[in-house]
């Protein structure tokens, strides 16, 4: 592309208007998107040259009747074979900032498609303005810019960016992260085939995006027009100074078969990959789309937490963990989980064990780490007891629950009482909370989840899920150490 082009991505997801053609029933999650958003509809553009109303919204019969010179969006959705020419013609007519061409079958495809995709390039090329996403993607998700392809995402803004090259795992992301944990999300962009914009584009603009403050990277590949990507993503990956959770497709000989026929990108090699993490501070997400949304969920706590006090964000830098619970035998599995994957549960000794013994004497249980304490959950006890326990020698404290059948009895009022003070406690000392409150279907355990979720406790499902999180989070807390990020 041209050196004079301005590199803001503002418009892209904000934009003043949109054009859609061309406008149909089958691509009717678009508008309703707009809709749901509160996008003015006044200024979204319907262009077909064979429907009047779509959706109670006026359909234009061609760009030349559109009642404005420039327009930031166009949504380009028509057949493959159509694509030149209509890119070519509509820029003949209006000024176009930015284009998300929705149309697959170009680039992972044939032959026929490479060219189209280069042919695509170059009448870019020749505009010198205009800038692109795909093709083969769905688009941009920006619910402060009134902007969304989908009319189930949620409504309200957040700091979490997103930058995938499936359009289908960034709409699960967005849905799973925003209604398992209850993430919130500054921008997200489907980029599929990155034929102009590429992801190091994306990662620059979202490193000096005062709304996100964390990024999440699904990534399979470099598109065979953009030689240069590669170094341009080590250059911007390097120079990231929030967390970036990158998760990588292809990652196997048959997975970048997979990767050809998806996006039609280029993988690179496991080796070179792993110098690159180690060259830049950036987490490796294993690839389980469940595994990224985990690693978000305690990113996501740990920088709101911090920010809500106006603070600067302090990740953990070891890893040694107290449990809690009321079962000898899951105490066993949890201890086993958490050394296997190498989190410390360091034993009371000294004036720790001492004050412990002292607080609760007669023990039903076992103040050894983990914790067992039946029966005395809803008393003061035990909020004395886990105060106690969480001295410097710990860093991640870890309480497992279960649900109650009743959450207005008064029993269950002072068990979440104890709860809210140790979490207060444990984050007021910097180190991580975590609930693990285990899934399996029942009316009583979603509303304990979403209470707790509700107030901002982190919860996750089981102790293997929430110590991965964390151990995430830790390497964090020493890479930006080592690369000196504030």
Same mark, same amino acid.
């Given at each position: ?7 803001? %991505? ?29 996008? +003015?509809?006044? &200024? ?43 890119? #070519?013609?509509? @820029? ?12 697959? =079958?170009? =680039? ?7 060219? $189209?995709?280069? *042919? ?15 093709? &083969? ?27 995938? *090259? ?8 967005? #849905? ?27 990662? *620059?603009?979202?490193? +000096? ?14 598109? /065979? ?34 990767? @050809? ?10 080796? $070179? !990959? &792993? ?27 740990? $920088? +709101? ?27 066993? @599995? ?21 004050? %412990?013994?002292? $607080? ?10 983990? @914790?067992?304490?039946? !029966? ?16 410097? &020698?710990?860093? %991640? ?6 649900? !109650? ?13 104890? %709860? ?23 009316? /009583? ?28 989070? *830790?390497?964090?807390? #020493? ?8």
């Amino acid at each position: 592309m041209s050196d004079n082009k301005d590199n803001s %991505l503002e418009l892209l997801f904000k934009p003043r208007n949109v054009a859609i053609f061309e406008a149909k029933d089958k691509i009717s999650y678009f508008i309703e998107g707009f809709k749901v958003q509160g996008f +003015n509809l006044d &200024n979204l553009y319907l262009i077909s040259p064979t429907i009047e109303n779509l959706f109670d919204i006026k359909c234009y019969k061609s760009f030349d009747d559109i009642p404005s010179d420039s327009i930031d969006l166009l949504i380009l959705s028509v057949r493959r074979e159509s694509l030149v020419g209509s890119l #070519k013609e509509i @820029l003949k007519k209006k000024k176009i900032n930015f284009v998300h061409i929705f149309t697959a =079958g170009t =680039g992972e495809s044939d032959e026929i498609g490479v060219k $189209i995709e280069s *042919q695509l390039q170059e009448i870019l090329k020749e505009n010198g303005v205009t800038r692109a996403i795909g093709p &083969n993607c769905m688009g941009i998700y920006c619910p402060s810019g009134k902007n969304a392809y989908y009319p189930s995402f949620p409504t309200e803004t957040g700091n979490v960016g997103l930058i995938f *090259q499936s359009g289908d795992l960034h709409s699960k992301m967005i #849905k799973f992260g925003s209604r398992n944990y209850n993430l919130k999300f500054s921008k997200g962009v489907s980029v599929g085939n990155c034929m102009d914009l590429q992801t190091s584009d994306f990662l *620059q603009d979202f490193n +000096n995006d005062d709304e996100t403050d964390l990024i999440c990277v699904y990534f399979e590949g470099f598109s /065979s027009l953009h030689e240069k990507e590669g170094k341009k993503l080590l250059y911007a990956l390097k120079n990231m100074k929030i967390p970036v959770l990158f998760m990588r497709g292809g990652r196997s000989k048959r997975g970048q078969t997979a990767v @050809l026929t998806h996006t039609g990108s280029m993988a690179t090699r496991r080796n $070179i !990959w &792993n110098a690159i993490y180690k060259q830049t501070p950036i987490i490796e997400v294993p690839p389980s789309l469940d595994e990224l949304i985990d690693y978000a969920n305690i990113f996501y706590n740990i $920088i +709101n937490r911090f920010k809500k006090r106006e603070k600067t964000v302090i990740y953990p830098e070891n890893e040694r963990a107290l449990v809690v619970l009321w079962s000898g035998g899951f105490g066993i @599995l949890a201890t086993d989980t958490l050394t296997e994957l190498g989190i410390e549960m360091p034993y009371f000794q000294g004036k720790t064990l001492e004050k %412990l013994k002292k $607080i609760y004497p007669g023990v039903v249980g076992s103040l050894a780490n983990p @914790l067992d304490l039946p !029966w005395i959950t809803q008393t003061n006890t035990f909020l004395e007891v886990c105060v106690a326990a969480i001295d410097e &020698n710990i860093d %991640l404290v870890i309480i497992e629950t279960d649900a !109650w059948s009743d959450m207005e009895s008064e029993g269950f009022k002072a068990y979440y009482n104890n %709860l809210v003070k140790i979490k207060e406690h444990t984050e007021t000392l910097n180190k991580i909370f975590i609930i693990i409150l285990h899934q399996y279907p029942s009316e /009583s355990r979603n509303a304990f989840y979403n209470k707790l979720v509700k107030d901002d406790f982190l919860v996750y499902p089981t102790i293997e899920r929430a110590a991965k999180s964390f151990l995430a989070a *830790q390497e964090y807390g #020493k890479k930006k150490k080592r690369f000196n990020l504030k």
